[in-house]
């Protein structure tokens, strides 16, 4: 669990976790149960390296807003934020050396997540057009409910009980998780 929220290093604080932290990669959250809510092993958090890059010059301060004074001391509020989305990322069934265990992480939601872009792709292509390409500004861009935005739950650490979802970006599950109907409504597909 390094680098997630649940990391801490001394003095107290948040380690934030690389490539996550880089605003040239699409990070994924996690989530579990239906309703959806933030499952507690989900990264999320603020680069001590990377400034906010400018798709996030409004999302992520609206964020900082609500959260007030708390956990100031613990994290770059000037960072890069993450994660930008989420996807369900509790107990899959995989096939490893052939047997079927069950696994869990931001390991699951992410290649669950790029699932959907590779949908999404596949029908801008059989349309003649370009595929979606860096996500970042696009997920960004997107209008409220889009994406199946996460209200409840957190990323405990630190001692702390982390980052907390809430209405819009947040550092637990970012915009949300997919829904392939409405992102291929707003794709105009």
């Known amino acids: 669990r390094t680098g997630e929220t649940g990391a801490c290093s001394t003095p107290n604080r948040f380690v934030p976790i690389f490539p996550g932290g880089c605003p ?14 933030t499952v507690r092993f989900s990264g999320g958090g603020f680069s001590d390296y990377f400034p906010r890059p400018w798709y996030q010059h409004r999302a992520v301060p609206r964020y900082l807003k609500t959260l007030g004074s708390a956990y100031e001391r613990l994290f770059n509020k000037n960072g890069r934020a993450y994660p930008d989305v989420a996807a369900q990322g509790y107990r899959y069934f995989i096939v490893y050396q052939a047997k079927v265990i069950c696994v869990s992480g931001t390991s699951a939601s992410t ?65 949300g998780t997919p829904d392939l109907l409405r992102l291929l409504k707003a794709l105009k597909l």
Not at 124 to 150: A, C, E, M, Q, T
Not at 155 to 172: E, K, L, M, Q
């Open 24 to 37: 040239y990669v699409t990070t994924v959250g996690a989530t579990y149960q239906i309703p959806e809510t």
């Open 111 to 175: 290649p669950t997540f790029a699932a959907i872009i590779a949908l999404l792709n596949d029908a801008l292509l059989s349309k003649g057009r370009r595929p979606l390409g860096f996500l970042n500004p696009w997920i960004y861009s997107l209008k409220p409910g889009v994406l199946n935005d996460i209200t409840t739950g957190s990323n405990p650490g630190c001692g702390t009980i982390g980052f907390n979802a809430t209405r819009g970006w947040d550092p637990a599950t970012g915009f």
